[in-house]
């Protein structure tokens, strides 16, 4: 029954897994660009600043609603209809005086979401929805015990860390750590691989005694136990 913590794949070359003593790791990290890790598109280019004008923008979008709600302590729902109410008075006024003026239209572009967007977006969903299925199928009737272990321990910390803050502070806290955490991997990333390998050995060997001295000793049902029930 002994599991071992699943390796990661490098998204340039395509390896999968760890070796045990890390290195594995070391060879993958130090080929691996950050920016292809995390897609080498137009979101890649905001979380490393290098769409400086977006990256700025999100930062202080976000910092003036968390400011804006949370601090000033003004309502999202009252907000949103209120900018909607503004925005649609202004147009209304502006096309108006528009056609009596002889001058342009307001410049609002066909409001029209694609079919093709949609199909994208929900199988992009279908995947996440599908992956979270098969881990609840692998807890609930496969019994992978050091799976559920890791599930658990994941769902509890989430848990923990919500009680601190509400989900509009998490929300901004994430982005927050979303802008400065690949730049700084990008900037160290060979020290931060170092100590990742150190960090990735003390935890495998910690879930290996724990597997061994107690996950182990744990009676599960074998697969002719099942098909007799």
Known sequence: MGVELDGGCCPETGMEGYGKDGSQLATCTHRCSVHLAIGSGAVANVLLWKNWFGSAALLIGSTALWLLFERAGYNLLLVISNVLLL????????????????????????????????????????????????????????GKLGLFVQVFLGLWMISYIGGFFNFLTLSYIAVLLSLSLPVLYA???????????????????????????????????????????
Do not use: C
Request: aromatic content about 8%.
């Open 187 to 229: 900037k160290y990333q060979k020290q931060i691989d170092e100590k990742l390998i150190i960090a990735r050995q003390i935890i495998q060997t910690q879930y290996r005694k724990i597997d061994e001295q107690i996950l182990r000793k744990i009676p599960m049902p074998s697969n002719n136990d099942k098909k007799t029930q």
């Open 87 to 142: 925005l649609v008075v202004m147009l209304f006024f502006w096309a108006k005086s528009a056609l009596f003026l002889n001058r342009p239209l307001p410049p609002v572009p066909n409001l029209d979401i694609s079919e093709e967007s949609v199909v994208k977006a929900a199988d992009e969903m279908r995947v996440w929805v599908n992956r979270a299925l098969s881990i609840a199928h692998d807890i609930a009737i496969g």
